[in-house]
């Protein structure tokens, strides 16, 4: 199913009400890498960024942010939120090209928003975005169900698409985390192998 994302932006914020994808506090997994000094200041972009707060906290915390999204409403979103310096990007992340790759990527709920599909063109890109050594921090959603979006992003299919020869997965997961959707996403550090 193809979502016209702008169309939800614009008919949720019509109704003074909010997507149910988007949180209204940081995800814990990502205060928890800040606290636990996992995600330290650094070039950093947000694909799919939608609305999210996250962004606009690391930027407040020193990062060099980049935010990504192909809807106007969102990216709009971010402008006003973001401080100067940080970066705004509109555009389809399939046809677009950062001038130099990042030291990280926040992948969160944009996995799990593109259709499954495109998801192997996705992943080659953020190998592709990130340094070597440059980490993705990613929340893979568990959904448990068929279909989407969010599509289901469970453990096994997320080994087969980020292989070991491309990306060194940590020995142990942390704990999932709950989603406002009621479902869970499980965090997971990835580094980018040369
Ligand atoms: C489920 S929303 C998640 C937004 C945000 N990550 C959050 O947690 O609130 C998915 C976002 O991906 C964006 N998106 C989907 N396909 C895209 C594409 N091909 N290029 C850029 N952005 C895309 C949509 O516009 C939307 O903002």
Redesign the pocket.
């Known amino acids: 199913m193809t979502?016209d994302?702008?169309a939800?932006?614009q008919r949720e914020q019509a109704a003074g009400a909010r997507?149910g994808?988007?949180?209204t506090e940081a995800?814990p997994a990502l205060l928890s890498w800040r606290g636990g000094g996992a995600m330290t200041p650094c070039r950093i972009l947000?694909?799919?960024?939608?609305?999210?707060v996250?962004p606009a906290l690391l930027a407040q915390d020193g990062f060099d942010v980049t935010v990504?999204?192909?809807?106007p409403s969102?990216i709009a979103a971010q402008q006003a939120v973001l401080p100067a310096g940080a970066w705004t990007v509109l555009?389809?992340?399939?046809a677009?090209e950062p001038a130099q790759p990042f030291d990280a990527i926040y992948d969160?709920?944009?996995l799990?928003?593109?259709p499954p599909e495109?998801l192997d063109a996705y992943v080659a890109r953020l190998h592709r975005w990130l340094v070597p050594g440059g980490r993705l921090f990613a929340l893979f959603m568990q959904t448990g169900r068929a279909g989407g979006?969010?599509f289901d992003c469970p453990l096994d299919r997320m080994r087969g698409l980020f292989p070991g020869h491309d990306w060194l997965w940590p020995d142990m997961l942390e704990v999932s985390v709950a989603h406002p959707t009621g479902m869970r996403e499980q965090p997971a550090i990835l580094t980018r192998q040369p």
Request: aromatic residues 14%.
């Open positions: 979502v994302w702008e939800v932006y997507p994808w988007e949180r995800n947000v694909p799919c960024a939608g609305r999210s996250e990504l999204d192909n809807a969102a555009a389809d992340l399939f677009w969160q709920t944009a799990c928003a593109l495109l979006p969010p």
